[in-house]
């Protein structure tokens, strides 16, 4: 049986802005995170991206360049980096502002679905970069993640 996870692209674009976050000059290389967060250079290259289209990164040139975020880690949120790398987020199909089912008026799952839709949006929009960097060691203390759990910081 296989599992229900959250897909590597948003890891990935979560490690690697956490470890933007973690940084006191606030600059790292792609080559520095890649290493660091342990990420595949061509993935990292593509969330990063992403993240700056969205405007949460960008780009440094020159002499100690790389990427740094484009905003305060206060005021970046997981829905936020989720969604820059993924797109609007939905439990299920059925939540879509655009979704027709013929089932919706009597689906006894519906309201299930909508309540969890509600819960996770809540936990991936009041968790914010400087809550996780707040809440562990500095980046030289850590030891590099092999897994892919990402605890919310109040739990």
């Keep these: 049986m296989g599992?229900?996870?959250i897909p590597r692209r948003i890891e990935y674009a979560l490690r690697a802005m956490i470890h933007l976050a973690d940084r006191p000059d606030g600059v790292a290389s792609g080559i520095e995170i890649a290493q660091r967060e342990q990420i595949p250079?061509?993935?990292l290259e593509k969330v990063i991206r992403d993240l700056m289209r969205r405007g949460l990164v960008r780009s440094r040139r020159?002499?100690?360049g790389g990427y740094q975020l484009a905003r305060p880690p206060a005021s970046i949120s997981f829905k936020d980096i989720i969604e820059a790398v993924e797109g609007p987020i939905v439990l299920n199909v059925c939540l879509?502002?655009?979704s027709v089912c013929s089932l919706q008026p009597t689906c006894r799952m519906f309201q299930v679905w909508e309540h969890g839709q509600r819960a996770l949006l809540s936990v991936f929009s009041e968790t914010n970069l400087q809550e996780i960097v707040a809440s562990m060691p500095g980046p030289m203390l850590r030891a590099p993640?092999?897994?892919s759990g990402i605890a919310h910081p109040k739990a």
Excluded: A, R, V
Aim: no cysteine; aromatic share 14%; hydrophobic share 20%.
């Design 3 to 5: 599992l229900m996870q």
């Design 62 to 64: 020159g002499p100690g």
């Design 96 to 98: 879509e502002p655009s």
């Design 41 to 43: 250079k061509y993935f």
């Design 145 to 147: 993640q092999t897994d």
